[in-house]
């Protein structure tokens, strides 16, 4: 059956050679064309350079995407962060549009961070060992814990590790 | 180079007058799952859901598997829909499986307009897209 609607969506993490990291978000459906670019500094997380760029259908209120998007520059990916951008972003309406992008971006880099841990998991011998780094990879990101079914009370990753 | 990627596709087909059929992928470097679910038109209703976990990081996460069945009679009309099914999606099975559904439900609105103008261009090829989705209203 010939689909009515189709969205592509990708978001990428780049290390820059000045060592921040370039983060580039696009969509595109039948719709609405859409493209946001953060540059974050590392190790802070900080958020120092953020545009945007809407196209096609562009949802009241975000004509001037860019300059909305000036208010997240300066914010840090850390606890809170989904509060403090739909707080900054929030207003005129399909403002949900930028912040969710912002945060889908952030999502990316913390996952950009959690890859080597899991390719070094993966890399060892058995099971116990990678069951191991598993626990060792929740003890020391407490965000994880009951974040999903796998760092639930009863998986048996959390087995033992009263957290 | 690229050190993270993630890509979604969801497409929509309406299988009936009452019923849109979402498709929805997730690929990335570390993921790789699909969801797929029937909603109903009038309410926004999730009549029914599946998914498949196709790449994963440990041997719990195909646990979250039958954790989808909560979506079914959940509605992506209520407010808080989204914030609903990541809680019970997300945190009680698979946080991607939730972010695959809640970009299924926002494209519901974007999938009913799309099919609303593309049948009224047929109909009328020098139709003013803009205003025509400017005064687009969901069917109740």
């Not at chain 1, 562009?58 to 509060?83: F, H, N, Q, Y």
């Not at chain 1, 930028?98 to 890859?115: D, G, Q, W």
């Amino acid at each position: 059956m010939v689909v009515k609607f189709l969205r592509n969506k990708v978001v990428e993490v780049e290390p820059r050679k000045d060592g921040t990291l370039g983060v580039s978000w696009r969509l595109t459906d039948d719709l609405l064309k859409a493209e946001v670019n953060l540059v974050v500094q590392l190790p802070a997380m900080e958020i120092i350079e953020a545009t945007a760029d809407l196209g096609r259908f562009v949802p009241k209120g975000l004509e001037d995407a860019s300059e909305i998007m000036e208010d997240v520059e300066g914010v840090t990916i850390g606890a809170g962060l989904r509060k403090i951008v739909r707080g900054l972003l929030g207003g005129p309406e399909g403002s949900s549009l930028l912040s969710e992008a912002v945060l889908e971006c952030c999502n990316a880099v913390i996952l950009h961070f959690t890859r080597p841990g899991l390719e070094i998991g993966e890399a060892l011998e058995n099971d116990e060992e990678r069951l191991e780094a598993v626990r060792a990879m929740v003890k020391s990101s407490p965000r994880l814990v009951r974040s999903c079914i796998s760092f639930q009370d009863d998986s048996p990753i959390m087995k033992g590790l009263n957290l | 180079m690229i050190s993270f990627n993630r890509s979604q596709l969801i497409g929509a087909e309406f299988i009936d007058d009452e019923t849109v059929r979402f498709n929805g992928n997730q690929i990335d470097h570390i993921y790789n799952m699909e969801i797929n679910m029937d909603v109903r038109i009038a309410d926004g209703v999730i009549l029914k859901i599946e998914g498949e976990m196709k790449r994963y990081t440990n041997f719990v996460c195909p646990r979250a598997v039958p954790v989808l069945q909560t979506a079914v009679g959940m509605s992506l009309r209520q407010e808080g829909w989204d914030k609903a099914i990541m809680k019970e999606i997300g945190r009680k099975g698979c946080e991607h499986f939730a972010e695959i559904v809640i970009e299924c439900g926002r494209c519901f609105d974007q999938a009913l307009k799309s099919r609303d103008l593309y049948l009224a261009t047929c109909h009328n090829p020098g139709l003013d897209q803009e205003a025509f989705l400017e005064s687009w209203q969901p069917q109740s």
